[in-house]
């Protein structure tokens, strides 16, 4: 039932346009990896997961589009077209994981003729998109177990089938549930400024029939303390090697309304979220977008002209506030610096 918001068609990148949601569903286009790169900046596709197949299939493109006369001059102009890509968001990791294998692929290569390269590099972004769907899928599974029948779940930003290829992290785990059986409603925070929750969760939940009641994000902690929640399940951009959690502006304060109503904080997210190169969530670099987000609604301005705005788009969540990781390898909980270390050195 859940959208796939990524597909590719006839040589082209075709997305949903995730800002003209819920309004309108419009289909864009992209046959080059310069449009690619501009639908990931202006947030036509968002969200980990989906950032990182974008942009797979965004080097796909620009391989495909290089003329070079040997493998070296290949390579140099695939890096040109990464390096364009790995521009355009800072905080995701998936972005830069999904563009190390596209060119980890093409080195597995060497040797082979560049038509024959390019074809395969396709085939990776393909295969990729169809992998992290299973993936969300697995995720799912491991997490539903941690959600009791009637549970109230809250939700932060979007960790749906439109921030991935399909099915979804945090919602993959809510789907889990319901698919399983299990009554879950949800609690979707809308998710200033960008609306995420109100424009995003809420549509996907609703077009899925999940129940799903949408609240702005200063109502989570009254509802909390009146019992109206039993867990919070967000989604993440990165996870630090300690189990610090980046994750959309706003996941911080929910995972520290929840300690104060001693309520799980769950975080789902896929092994691509995980970067071990970081010790700790003060090293992740936090995208900071423009002023407009918040001093405009659309075309009608909220606040007064020239005031100084801040717009961090994620926050850190110290790991000490996150009762479990999940992943599609199983849930990891309490001494994060082992159990996500662990989870890379498995083979299944
Ligand atoms: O700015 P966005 O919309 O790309 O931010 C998205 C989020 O913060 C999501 O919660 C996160 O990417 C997890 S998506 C499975």
């Not at 990896?33 to 969200?47: C, F, K, L, N």
């Not at 989906?50 to 620009?62: F, Q």
Request: aromatic share 6%; charged share 20%; proline share 4%.
């Amino acid at each position: 039932m859940s959208i796939n918001p990524i597909e590719y068609r006839n040589g082209a990148c075709r997305m949903i346009d995730q800002r003209r949601l819920p309004s309108e569903e419009v289909w864009l286009e992209y046959r080059d990896y310069q449009g690619v790169a501009e639908a990931i900046r202006s947030m036509v596709v968002r969200g980990a997961p989906a950032i990182g197949v974008a942009a797979a299939y965004g080097a796909a493109l620009g391989a495909r589009d290089i003329e070079a006369a040997d493998f070296a001059g290949f390579m140099q102009e695939l890096e040109r077209v990464c390096a364009v890509l790995a521009a355009t968001r800072p905080t995701a990791v998936n972005l830069f994981w999904a563009l190390e294998r596209i060119k980890t692929r093409a080195v597995q290569l060497t040797g082979k003729a560049l038509g024959e390269i390019k074809a395969a590099l396709l085939h990776e972004a393909q295969v990729m998109a169809i992998e992290d769907e299973a993936i969300n899928r697995a995720m799912g599974r491991h997490g539903a177990a941690l959600l009791s029948d009637g549970a109230r779940v809250l939700t932060h930003c979007n960790a749906g089938a439109l921030a991935t290829a399909g099915y979804g992290t945090a919602l993959g785990v809510i789907r889990a549930a319901v698919e399983s059986g299990k009554q879950v409603s949800v609690l979707a925070d809308e998710t200033r400024p960008f609306l995420q929750g109100s424009r995003l969760t809420a549509w996907e939940l609703h077009r899925d029939n999940i129940p799903v009641t949408l609240i702005c994000d200063n109502m989570a902690g009254t509802l909390m303390r009146q019992g109206a929640v039993d867990c919070v399940i967000v989604g993440a951009d990165r996870i630090a090697a300690n189990g610090d959690v980046a994750n959309k502006i706003g996941t911080y304060s929910v995972a520290v309304l929840a300690r104060e109503h001693g309520l799980p904080f769950y975080v789902a997210a896929p092994l691509s979220t995980i970067d071990l190169s970081l010790n700790h969530g003060d090293q992740i670099p936090i995208e900071e977008r423009s002023p407009q987000e918040i001093t405009h609604c659309g075309n009608v301005r909220l606040a007064p002209e020239g005031i100084q705005v801040r717009n961090p788009a994620f926050d850190v969540t110290p790991a000490r506030l996150v009762t479990a990781i999940i992943t599609e390898r199983g849930v990891v909980q309490g001494d994060y610096l082992n159990g996500l270390a662990a989870l890379f050195n498995r083979t299944d």
